[in-house]
């Protein structure tokens, strides 16, 4: 089977100048539209970018007993959110164990849209069992964009002929661009300003217009996987299959990870009924989880000396990776853990990475990340620190 | 008033777990959904220890001898016997081979259903388990079937698997024995002879009966144990379990709504019955594996009105393996059995008739083909078909042992605390009324 195209191909295929694409839930999408990804990445921070999200995963779920479904299933509690709320939430298995991540909006009383990041419609029938609720795999049907960056509420507001300074962060609500009806969300994956808008897949095409020519003026920028890889470390947003693995593709159960784990205890209910994983994460954070997920800066100087030494001037991941690192304590022979993504952050002028680390190393302490210098292994210094790198008061204002 | 524990259903099993419970001092009430003891399901073997524990004494057990009546095509009949010389008299009129070979057959099944009754008497073994205990036990098991000698450890490995009519063929040449036998290889299965697994179901079914007696004993099992006081038993309520947040809280009764408390509940009722409504407090690996559980009705079971009790004690129409196979045909295709296998049973009083296969929906025209095949009028039938299986989940070898009745799951527990299962859909399974019943109160207290 090959790969399909978004709804929004006739107008980003185009767009790609080195015909750079990467594999998305059976889709290709850019992995940036120019053949470097600077300028899409620094949109995202300076002015608005556009990237095409279609490909999630996108279920409704609607009836009598729909946020019982979704509460049975999630680990956050559905049942207490309003109306127009949404909620980034992990779902485990009965292990406790990560299964995978995404929204849940609250469209109606019984009306809910949910976003994962692997096919859930099994799983969601499987949970349904005895429950007067309906599960639609809106996928295909449904094409959705985000829209990014310091300007993009200046932008959406034009397009919506409407005031969305009311509507807060992790919000959402119906509007019209153009005529074309869409659901509005104060959502994104880069930590910054920034909404998704929500349509049906046969008004993909003027949607995208009706944004980039409102957009242009403003600096809207179309931009890729790569540029949104840097944001969301910067943000400290996790990735599934990077930097965790669904419980339900590990082979070992090492390779499994608990939302407490992965610094998700936030999303994780205490006020709610019997949920999948409910058990093991109650008795989890009673003893404390034995791993945290965290940020590690990698320090200049102790980088740029390792170069140094071999004649050569300090050199920077041109992307951001994606691959197992080690991280070792400070005499450099114990391994503490592993980084599993990392780049450098153009804005804040830090080599950072995400990494797994027993709960023990707090922030501030200082452990080793292996680095590989003119093809041989080295230790950079790195510090460990919080979560996020880059955390912008116009996010939530 | 306050209870220890509630026990749903009152068949055999459980009231076989109220009972052992009682004995060990928890205040018990059972919650059945029939307003009387229903006797037909009282079919196999009581196991002894049930009956020395309870102090069943007005327990009777009918052994009837002859105990089974084949019609011979051309006239006359094969009259099997518990005398194991006579029934190989009666054999050798069809076969002589076949009678020379009777008594040994009789002795190596009845090996071999002592190796079950072993197995039936306990708990699964748990083959996961690293408990120092249980590992004893399970190589205590190995033991005992290697001291019954090689070729009780060949027929074991070779037999269990095997279908009926395989097994059957494999010692015998007549058709009428054959088909009688072989009967019992697809009792309560939706599989016919030529199935593997049958001749497991073959000596399921020998469990408890003497060498040479191929069909369970009939008993007053659950009226004993309904007569018997230390227990209340409360009738014409079905009920449900209440549980929340993983932990059941007691049970609420369907017609009248009302909610009896108790920390314990231990259901009889089919483990689907009882856990599909909680699926919500499930996790859905186990609610599918549950609602997956094979319980296919195949079976139509009755009456028969007789103006006489009849001569025989049990009268058995499957005149041969390829009829047995013929009737499995159409149930495969979900039709009923063009020509079913039909046994009659004198009992009590009562004449009963076991009509298989005759899977769940239409009958047409079922009373007049059973009538036609007892040569009585369509009237003097009265037949019941089955939804679900009797067993409440078929003796196939996926779903014995630890994997009954669900994988993973086989020591009567379920996944919600308080909440446990006794009936014939936990090891040992049907047709051994009080095993599982004993096995769950031993494993609850």
Not at chain 1, 273 to 296: C, I, M
Not at chain 2, 214 to 225: C, G, M, W
Not at chain 2, 241 to 252: C, M
Not at chain 2, 283 to 288: E, G, H, N, V
Request: charged content about 20%.
């Amino acid at each position: 089977m090959s790969l399909r195209t978004t709804p929004f191909h006739p107008r980003t295929g185009p767009l790609s100048e080195g015909q750079a694409w990467r594999r998305w839930a059976g889709y290709v999408v850019a992995s940036a539209y120019e053949l470097s990804h600077d300028r899409e990445y620094h949109a995202i921070r300076n002015s608005a970018a556009l990237f095409d999200v279609s490909p999630l995963y996108k279920y409704m779920v609607t009836g009598k007993d729909a946020s019982r479904l979704l509460d049975h299933v999630v680990t956050r509690n559905v049942g207490k959110a309003k109306v127009g709320q949404v909620l980034y939430t992990p779902w485990c298995d009965d292990e406790g164990k990560q299964i995978d991540d995404g929204t849940i909006s609250v469209l109606g009383e019984q009306t809910f849209r949910m976003t994962s990041a692997d096919p859930t419609l099994r799983w969601l029938h499987l949970n349904a069992s005895g429950l007067d609720v309906t599960i639609a795999d809106v996928s295909e049907t449904t094409a959705a964009l985000s829209l990014q960056g310091p300007s993009s509420r200046a932008i959406l507001q034009i397009a919506a002929e409407r005031d969305l300074s009311a509507l807060k962060y992790f919000r959402l609500t119906s509007a019209k661009i153009r005529n074309i009806p869409v659901t509005i969300s104060r959502t994104g994956y880069t930590g910054d300003l920034g909404f998704e808008v929500w349509v049906d897949a046969s008004q993909a095409v003027p949607l995208w217009d009706a944004l980039i020519e409102t957009g242009t003026p403003y600096g809207l920028t179309p931009a890729g996987m790569l540029a949104l890889d840097v944001a969301r470390i910067e943000a400290g947003l996790l990735l599934i299959e990077v930097d965790y693995f669904s419980s339900r593709h590990a082979l070992i159960e090492s390779q499994k990870s608990s939302p407490l784990e992965l610094g998700l205890g936030w999303t994780v209910a205490t006020d709610k009924e019997r949920y999948n994983g409910q058990a093991a994460l109650d008795a989890e954070r009673k003893r404390g989880p034995s791993w945290q997920f965290t940020g590690l800066t990698v320090d200049w100087d102790s980088l740029e000396q390792l170069y140094a030494d071999v004649g050569l001037p300090p050199r920077l991941p041109s992307q951001a990776w994606r691959t197992s690192v080690p991280i070792y304590d400070r005499g450099g022979h114990t391994q503490l853990g592993y980084a599993t993504s990392g780049g450098w952050s153009p804005l804040l002028k830090r080599y950072m990475a995400l990494a797994h680390l027993g709960s023990e190393h707090a922030p501030g302490m200082e452990v080793r990340m292996e680095v590989t210098v003119e093809h041989h292994r080295k230790q950079a210094k790195a510090l460990v620190t919080p979560l996020p790198f880059f955390n912008p008061e116009r996010k939530r204002a | 008033m306050k209870y220890d524990a509630i026990v749903i259903g009152a068949g055999a099993n459980g009231l076989v777990t109220a009972h052992y419970l009682a004995r060990a001092g928890k205040r018990v009430v059972v919650v059945e959904q029939r307003q009387a003891v229903d006797p037909s399901a009282d079919i196999g073997w009581v196991p002894p220890r049930v009956i020395r524990d309870l102090g069943l004494r007005n327990l009777r057990l009918e052994q009837p001898d002859p105990w089974l009546t084949v019609p011979l095509d051309g006239g006359g009949t094969l009259e099997l016997s518990r005398d194991v010389g006579r029934s190989a008299d009666a054999i050798r009129r069809l076969s002589p081979a076949d009678a020379a070979k009777w008594p040994e057959f009789c002795a190596r099944m009845r090996t071999l259903a002592g190796v079950l009754e072993k197995l039936y008497l306990v708990p699964a073994p748990d083959i996961e388990t690293r408990d120092p205990r249980e590992l004893a036990r399970i190589v205590g098991l190995g033991l005992y079937v290697r001291r019954l000698g090689k070729q009780a450890v060949i027929d074991l490995a070779r037999i269990l698997p095997m279908s009926i009519a395989e097994l059957l063929d494999d010692w015998f040449e007549n058709d009428a024995l054959k088909g009688a036998l072989g009967a019992l290889g697809i009792w309560h299965l939706k599989q016919g002879p030529r199935s593997g697994g049958t001749a497991f179901n073959f000596l399921h079914h020998h469990v408890g009966s003497a060498a040479g007696v191929f069909r369970p004993p009939r008993s007053n099992i659950t009226a004993a144990l309904a007569a018997k006081p230390g227990v209340e038993i409360r009738r014409g309520a079905r009920a449900t379990v209440l549980a929340k947040n993983g932990r059941a809280s007691g049970v609420v009764l369907e017609n009248s709504g009302e909610t009896i408390e108790a920390p314990l509940v231990v259901s009889s009722a089919p483990p689907r019955a009882t856990l599909q409504p909680l699926a919500i407090e499930l996790y859905p690996d186990f609610a599918r594996a549950v609602s997956n559980i094979k319980a296919r009705g195949v079976v139509a079971r009755g009456t028969l009105t007789l103006a006489q009790p009849p001569a025989y004690s049990t009268l058995c129409i499957a005149p041969s393996l390829d009829y047995l196979e013929r009737a499995y045909d159409d149930a495969k295709y979900g039709k009923d059995s063009t020509a079913p296998y039909v046994e009659v049973q004198r009992t009590d009083g009562r004449v009963e008739v076991h009509v298989q296969f005759v899977p769940p929906g239409t009958h047409g025209g079922l009373a007049e083909r059973v009538a036609q095949i007892l040569e009585v009028r369509p009237n003097q039938v009265t037949l019941q078909p089955a939804e679900e299986s009797l067993y409440h989940g078929e003796l196939t070898l996926d779903q014995i042992l630890f994997m009954r009745p669900v994988p993973g799951w086989s020591r009567y527990r379920t996944p919600i605390e308080g909440l446990y299962l006794c009936g014939s859909g936990t090891h040992p399974g049907g047709g051994i009324p009080g095993a599982a019943g004993r096995n769950a109160a031993r494993e609850i207290l």
